[in-house]
C-alpha cells in the first residue's frame, strides 16, 4: 500500500478540475466557431469563475495545482 502525498489531488479532484478545465475551453472554441450563440460571454464568464474558485478551494486545503 503506497501513502499518497496529501498535497497531490484525488482521482475525484483530478476529475473534477479537468472537467471545469474542458467546459471553459469547450466554450470558448465555440465562441471563436462561426455563429456563436447568444450570452456565449456570460457563460464563459460563469465557467471561469467556477473554474477559479474550485482552484482557490483547493489550494486553500494544501493541494499543489
Do not use: C, T
Amino acid at each position: 500500500m503506497s501513502i499518497k502525498n496529501p498535497e497531490e489531488l484525488s482521482p475525484f479532484q483530478e476529475a473534477q478540475l479537468k472537467f471545469f478545465r474542458r467546459q471553459v475551453d469547450n466554450l470558448i472554441d465555440e465562441q471563436l466557431g462561426r455563429d456563436p450563440r447568444p450570452n456565449l460571454d456570460r457563460e464563459i464568464f460563469s465557467a471561469r469563475e467556477e473554474l477559479d474558485q474550485y482552484v482557490k478551494g483547493l489550494r486553500e486545503i494544501g493541494k499543489l495545482i
